[in-house]
C-alpha cells in the first residue's frame, strides 16, 4: 500500500501560469503590489472584483496544443508511471508538428510534472505522475501575484483539514495508523533536540500529510499537501517555542487517538482546534508576520 512521502516544509504548515487575471473594473486600479489585502478586517474596497465576462484568450502556441494533444494521448492509452512515449523523431512524424514544437511541448510537460525525459541509453520521455509539489507552484505563483497575506493560507488550512480529518477517521488504514503513530514517537524523541528542528518539521508535515492521503479523496490530497508545501512559517518570520512544540506532540496524539477508534466527529474536533490553537498562538506572537504576502 502506497503513503505519500514526506517533504521538507516547516511546522504546521511552485507549472501552468493561470490563464486569466481578474482585472479591476473601468474607472478603478487594481491594489498597490506592496499592500496586500487585510482579509481579516473584511477590506474588499482594496480587492478588484472579477469581470463578469471572461477576458478573451490570446491564440496558443502551437507546442501548448501539442502537449495538450499528448497528454490526452497518454490518458487514452491508458498508459502509467514509467511507460516511454515514442522517441522524438516518431512524435514529429506523428503529430505533423516540426522538431522544435515538439521538444517545446514535451519540455512543457516536462516541467508540469507529467513526464519525465530521461537521458543516456535508454533515454527519452516517460510518463510520470505529477505531485502535489507542480499543484503548490501554480497556486504558489498566483498568490504571489496578487499579492495575497500568509494569514490567507492560515484561513484555508483551517477550513479545509478538520473535514480532511473527519473522512480519513472513516477511510483510514492500519498502515496509515502506524505511519501516524511512527511519527508521534519520533517527534517525542527529538523535541528537545534543537539541533532536529528541520526534521520535527518533517514529522509534522508528514502527520498531516498522511492524514489528506487517507481521506480518499484524491483532491483533498492535492491540495492539503500543497497547502503544506507553503505553510511554513519560518518564511514570514514565525518561530516557535519550546512549549509550542510540546502542543503540538500532545494535539497529534489526540488526533492520533480519534483517528484510531474511528471517530468522525472527534476527529474533526480534534483537528479543528489543533490548527485553532496554532493560529492563535500565531497571532498572538506574530501578527505582523501573518499579514506579509508570501515571499
Known sequence: MWLPQGRSTGIEGSAA??????????????????????????????????????????????????????????????????DPLPPEREMVEKYGMGRTTVREALRL????????????????????APDSGHF?????????????????????????????????????NSEALQELERTIIEMRRIVDD?????????????????????SGNPLFHHLADSLHGIMDGAVVGVSYSARRYMGVIADHQLIYDALSERDPQA???????????????????FADALKLPIP
Open 136 to 172: 503548490a507552484k501554480t497556486i504558489s505563483f498566483m498568490m504571489r501575484m496578487e499579492r495575497t497575506p500568509f494569514e490567507a493560507i492560515v484561513e484555508v488550512r483551517s477550513a479545509i483539514e478538520p473535514m480532511i480529518c473527519q473522512l480519513a477517521a472513516e477511510r483510514i
Open 194 to 214: 534543537r539541533e532536529q528542528v528541520n526534521a520535527f518539521n518533517d514529522l509534522n508535515t508528514r502527520f498531516h500529510s498522511v492524514i489528506a492521503w487517507s
Open 267 to 285: 476527529a474533526y474536533e480534534k483537528m479543528a482546534l489543533h490548527l485553532a490553537e496554532w493560529e492563535e498562538y500565531s497571532r498572538r506572537n
Open 17 to 82: 501560469m493561470p490563464q486569466d487575471i481578474p482585472t479591476a473594473p473601468e474607472g478603478q486600479s487594481r491594489p498597490a503590489a506592496t499592500e496586500p489585502v487585510n482579509y481579516r478586517n473584511n477590506d474588499l474596497g482594496a480587492m478588484a472584483l472579477p469581470s463578469a465576462q471572461r477576458l478573451p484568450r490570446r491564440p496558443q502556441k502551437s507546442s501548448f496544443l501539442l502537449a495538450e494533444t499528448i497528454l490526452s494521448d497518454i490518458i487514452g492509452e491508458r498508459l502509467v508511471p514509467g
Open 109 to 128: 510537460l516536462e516541467y508540469q510534472g507529467a513526464i519525465q525525459i530521461r537521458q543516456g541509453l535508454n533515454g527519452g520521455p516517460y510518463v510520470q
